[in-house]
């Protein structure tokens, strides 16, 4: 903070990781790879304009002209009342311990042997698997440091482990592949033989798959799948796309946005989700939010420029790396799971489809109309039970609908790799294309 | 030592027109020590891989400049071969000591003596640059005055255009490339870009549009272009899509615009014809060299030389030079893509498309710039010979399962076509197809061709840019994912 100058506010951070990557093919390691990464960026404020700089080092003397930029950049940035450095609120860090020594500790063989093992227990499960695209293993490890004129001085380390595997299923002239992979802060949470059933079942299950006749369905996500439904909902519902007039849900606060059954929040505390963070992207406490609650809109999310905007407190949710400015995001979204098991739940649809997988996310999911149309794959469901495979069809409906369009919620809630707590959830009146 | 030591302090100011080359970054004796050191574990081949980029952005948001980000980044990423086992290991830190940390980090798949010597460097390693005009060297008012003209020009086109966001970015990336066979090669690729997306407000709610105009250029761009024009296309786009209706479930022949659904091919069959997917069993396109895959007035080609296309490269990130690589030829398959890697184990030459996001990257098979090429047919024929169908002006961006084929991709602005004729506007969404069916399936082919919008491809978590483009176009079926029965 020697740095800063009178008038100025300024907010430093410096991150610093390593990582790890071994991927193994035919029974042997095919690629090691690791490095170690460092980065600054740094705001300046003055008046209400702000400017900012980063620089993949962190050299005393880049830090220095990092500044020096980022004061270059402000002059030309329009003075806003509202921006300005997160102040300070009072709440406590929840103080969790994101590092386990385990992993810090394993050799570069110990994590060949996961890579091939991954490999070869998935091509002896089914003959009808003839190879695997990847298996892989990686680690990371991190430190992020923030501290700022405001008075916030934050440190936070974490690590965690992850493995993942692409087996490849052919028979006669037909190729199906499968993905399927687990994380978790210390390498004995993984469950290997689950990510190996769940890979080759993903591949060699898909086998005879064909394209679905058009109708509207009940759709059944898995939890991944609701992930990256629930996901983009949220992204609506977080400050900035609410100010700047990109959320459909922009004028909704307070009223019934979605099936009551449905309560959504997002929980860094949570030390079981790898969303689980001391700080958000400014250096406030990691916190508890609510976002929707039995299916009435709660709460936007906020960082401090955006609660400001809109009178209100931020809600700790900054996201950003060192290198990057903060936006407002999800750090843990977690659905509140229902209670019926994922059998009971095909047996309370009847008839539908069970989606397995979605592709085009980027492609086909508008966020601002709220137009929702992606590629699927999975299942029919036939009399509550799983029926032949499905794939080359779309599901489609908006965001609005599907959120009111809720029908049941599963109870079989998990941590996804991606830090959110998600369970199945049913839909009712999806437009399935196909033939 | 020293003078490396030194230049590790690179200078952020922008502005500075004398920027050296790449090559001074690193000195040649270090890079050789570096490669020698990696080799010498029992490795068999050995690549030191440099890279400074260089990038600023500034965002125009709500009628004001919200922010400028400038960013630098300068590292190393060292490889190491031996047999068909491959050791990576990156670094910021381009002192004697920070190389010689990667190299023996690299090094360290290979078990024992060392045999193989690495050659002398041959080459100056040395680049210039393809910007005629360095955006580095242009005022920072200048770029915030195209911003603003952008903004007005999309507001003005419509009261209904309420919110409209323009991004102005400029990269410039150095790359340096030296193996253990001699090669040292060196580019220095700049790229410009803005893009604009507006937001209208209607009855039924809000509707987007963007348009993008980005090349393989300097401050030349705006030289070049029409950026008024592009803001009111984008601003038109969204206020278009105020009107539309969903858009229909089920099969239907769909006519791509010219320009505007490359992508399509990128998805129904570029990835699939990547070397790495091809030899590990997860391609449609395995072992079908010398097959009829597409209709037979199909000809695609992957080109990394071409013009200042977004996916334009002098040297591919292996240092390989580019080339124009023909994959289909009158529907006929002829070749797939390579890098290094792959191409040494076919025993064939690299292609140039050998490609890596940064230095912290391994570098993998990748397209560049990918089109299909012109045919003979006048495009408003194609679209009055079809009697019922969807337009698709602009196509957003896909994705695919080269183990199946099946890919999707969306729709940012399409209509009806009813009787020979494009009708209604449709809501967006996505299409879905199988490649090699597609690739059998299209019907009729435009002798309209263009380039379309630049584009960023991700696989296996890089991203690099490429472009793609095609003639006007007409598929026989593809399933459109709408809702409308």
């Known amino acids: ?435 | 030592m020293f003078r490396v030591l030194c230049r590790r302090n690179f200078d952020l100011r922008q502005g500075d027109a004398s920027v050296k080359p790449l090559s001074s970054l690193l000195d040649r004796e270090l890079i050789q020590e570096t490669l020698a050191e990696a080799i010498s574990n029992g490795g068999e081949w050995a690549e030191v891989f440099v890279e400074d980029r260089q990038n600023a952005s500034a965002d125009f948001d709500e009628g004001r400049v919200e922010a400028m980000v400038s960013s630098r980044d300068l590292g190393a990423g060292i490889r190491v071969t031996v047999g068909e086992v491959t050791g990576f290991a990156h670094t910021s830190d381009l002192t004697r000591g920070g190389l010689s940390e990667a190299a023996q980090a690299a090094a360290a798949v290979a078990k024992g003596g060392g045999q193989v010597k690495p050659v002398a460097l041959n080459g100056d390693g040395l680049a210039e640059s393809n910007a005629r005009i360095l955006p580095e060297t242009i005022s920072k008012t200048r770029k915030v005055e195209l911003l603003e003209q952008t903004n007005s020009a999309a507001r003005a086109e419509n009261p209904a255009i309420t919110q409209v966001n323009v991004r102005y970015s400029e990269g410039r990336r150095r790359v340096l490339i030296a193996n253990s066979e001699g090669l040292f090669n060196a580019d220095d690729q700049t790229r410009t870009l803005l893009s604009v997306n507006c937001v209208a407000t209607g009855d039924q709610g809000l509707q987007t549009g963007r348009e993008t105009v980005g090349y393989t250029v300097g401050f030349e761009l705006f030289e070049d272009h029409d950026i008024e024009a592009m803001a009111r296309r984008a601003a038109g786009r969204a206020v278009t899509k105020l009107a539309a209706r969903p858009a229909p479930s089920g099969q239907l022949p769909v006519v791509i615009e010219r320009g505007g659904g490359g992508v399509l091919f990128h998805e129904a069959c570029g990835h699939g014809l990547e070397a790495d997917l091809v030899n590990k069993g997860a391609s449609v396109f395995r072992d079908r060299l010398g097959e009829l895959v597409a209709a037979p007035s199909v000809t695609l080609v992957d080109d990394g030389t071409m013009g200042v296309e977004w996916g334009t490269i002098a040297i591919d990130d292996e240092g390989c030079p580019t080339q124009r690589n023909v994959l289909i030829e009158d529907g006929v398959l002829t070749d797939y893509m390579w890098d290094h890697l792959r191409s040494r184990a076919a025993g064939r030459p690299a292609s140039g498309n050998g490609r890596r996001q940064s230095y912290q990257h391994l570098p993998m098979v990748r397209m560049t710039n990918t089109f299909v090429t012109n045919g003979d047919a006048e495009p408003r024929d194609i679209i009055a010979d079809t009697k019922n169908g969807v337009y698709v002006a602009q196509l957003g961006g896909g994705q695919v399962n080269t183990a199946t084929g099946d890919f999707v991709f969306g729709m940012t602005e399409a209509y009806l076509i009813e009787n020979g004729e494009i009708t209604a506007p449709l809501r967006e969404g996505n299409l879905i197809g199988n490649g090699p069916e597609v690739l059998q399936n299209i019907e009729v082919i435009g002798n309209d061709f263009a380039m379309g919008s630049p584009g960023t491809c991700g696989k296996d978590g890089q991203g690099v840019p490429v472009g793609d483009g095609q003639p006007t176009l007409r598929v026989g079926a593809l399933t459109i994912g709408g809702t409308a029965s």
């Open chain 1, 1 to 435: 903070m020697s740095l800063a100058q009178r008038n100025e506010q300024v907010e430093v951070c410096l991150s610093r990781s390593r990582s790890t990557t071994v991927k193994a093919y035919s029974a042997q390691v095919e690629s090691v790879r690791s490095g170690m990464s460092e980065g600054v960026g740094i705001r300046v404020i003055v008046n209400g304009q702000q400017g900012f700089a980063t620089a993949g080092s962190l050299d005393y003397e880049v830090l220095a002209q990092v500044i020096e930029e980022a004061r270059g950049n402000l002059q030309f940035a329009e003075s806003d009342p509202d921006q300005g450095l997160a102040e300070p609120d009072g709440i406590k860090s929840p103080n969790l311990d994101l590092v386990d020594s385990a992993v810090l500790k394993m050799s570069d063989q110990e994590k060949s042997s996961i890579a091939i093992e991954l490999e070869q227990r998935c091509l002896s499960a089914d003959r009808r698997v003839s190879s695997v695209r990847s298996a892989a293993w990686s680690d990371g490890w991190g430190e992020f440091a923030l501290a700022s004129t405001n008075g916030i001085s934050v440190y936070t380390e974490g690590g965690s482990c992850s493995v993942g595997v692409q087996p490849l299923a052919v028979e006669g002239n037909e190729t199906q592949i499968g993905y399927a992979g687990d994380a978790a802060r210390r390498p004995d949470l993984l469950d290997m033989d689950r990510v190996i059933a769940e890979a080759v079942e993903g591949a060699t299950g898909m086998l005879g798959a064909s394209k679905p006749v058009s109708e509207r369905v009940t759709v059944v996500f898995e939890p991944g799948v609701t992930s990256a439904f629930l996901g983009t909902v949220a992204g609506a519902l977080t400050g900035d796309r609410v100010v700047k007039g990109r959320s459909p849900f922009a004028d909704r606060l307070g009223e019934q946005v979605g099936a009551s059954k449905l309560t959504l929040f997002d929980d860094p505390t949570n030390i079981e989700s790898l969303g689980a963070d001391n700080h958000d992207g400014e250096g406030l406490a990691a916190r508890k939010n609510m976002i929707i609650e039995n299916g009435m809109l709660s709460q936007f999310l906020h960082n401090s420029y955006t609660a400001r905007r809109l009178g209100a407190s931020s809600t700790g949710s900054a996201v950003r790396g060192a290198r990057s400015t903060p936006s407002v995001g999800l750090h843990a979204l977690c659905l509140k799971p229902g209670t019926v098991d994922r059998e009971a739940l095909f047996q309370k649809v009847g008839n539908g489809i069970f989606v397995r997988g979605v592709n085009g996310l980027h492609s086909g999911v508008n966020p601002v109309s709220g137009d929702f149309s992606v590629g699927a794959y999975g299942h029919k469901i036939r009399d509550g039970v799983l029926a032949e495979p499905f794939r080359e069809a779309t599901i489609a409906s908006t965001l609005q609908r599907m959120l009111l369009d809720i029908a049941v919620i599963g109870g079989d809630f998990e941590f996804l790799p991606n830090g959110s707590g998600m369970s199945s959830i049913a839909i009712d009146d999806i437009a399935l294309s196909g033939m």
